[in-house]
């Protein structure tokens, strides 16, 4: 089974700075997503990739970046944080050989202050 | 509006009894996937599905693409359902996945 793993799994951080939530997934998928998950909203998509070197805008990537290095990891890059982002965020790989199965992390708690 | 919208949003299911969650679709979905969020958080892939049906154990899923609709039936609940049921839809194979709101199921013993 897939095996994704974020970090970290919980963070504080204030208004207005940096914050990198991060993704690694071991079983050479194609397809990483992040999404954010609030009350009343379901899973929302922010960000995700086919794969190394590409990234592409999900529903709601306003306030954030996005970055696939390799086809392991696929960082959340929030450059200036604010209370709204406030949320729990989630990390998916899936291969379009499995049809695209997703698998998720555990979870980022973040809470901007 | 919702592309995805479930029902129940919620409901409470006596340990032991069946249940049917359903997911409609305003969207030309042309597959879906039914996940399982259990109550420490961790999102579990429970089905993927095209046009048709499957089954593992006490789940079962159909997925009618002509009428936009998918359901997951749960036969004889287990305490160990609870939590809420997600379903997700994608437009072509591939695609992003856009989710519905979610079910969340508790089961009472």
Redesign the interface.
């Given at each position: 089974e897939a095996a994704v793993t974020q970090s970290p799994r919980n963070k504080v951080a204030v208004t207005g700075g940096k914050v990198t939530l991060s993704c690694n997934q071991t079983n050479n998928h194609n397809n990483m997503y992040w999404y954010r998950q609030d009350t009343g909203h379901g899973l929302r998509l922010i960000h995700y990739s086919y794969g190394a070197g590409s990234t592409e805008k999900g529903d709601i990537p306003d306030g954030y970046k996005a970055s696939r290095p390799s086809q392991e990891n696929f960082s959340l890059i929030l450059e200036l944080a604010t209370p709204s982002q406030t949320s729990v965020y989630f990390c998916a790989s899936g291969a379009r050989d499995t049809g695209n199965t997703l698998y998720f992390g555990e979870g980022s708690r973040l809470i901007v202050v | 509006g919702d592309k995805v919208k479930q029902s129940p949003s919620a409901l409470s299911l006596q340990e032991g009894t069946n249940s049917a969650l359903r997911c409609n679709f305003s969207i030309a979905a042309t597959?879906v996937?039914w996940?399982l969020q259990n109550p420490r958080?961790?999102?579990?892939?429970l089905f993927?599905l095209?046009p048709g049906t499957k089954e593992n154990g006490r789940l079962k899923s159909a997925f009618d693409s002509k009428e936009s609709y998918s359901t997951l039936h749960i036969r004889d609940a287990q305490l160990e359902d609870s939590g809420t049921y997600?379903c997700?839809a994608?437009v072509y194979?591939?695609a992003?996945?856009?989710?519905?709101?979610?079910t969340r199921l508790t089961v009472r013993p």
């Open positions: - | 597959t996937q996940f958080g961790s999102l579990i892939n993927y095209v997600f997700a994608e194979a591939g992003k996945l856009t989710f519905g709101g979610g």
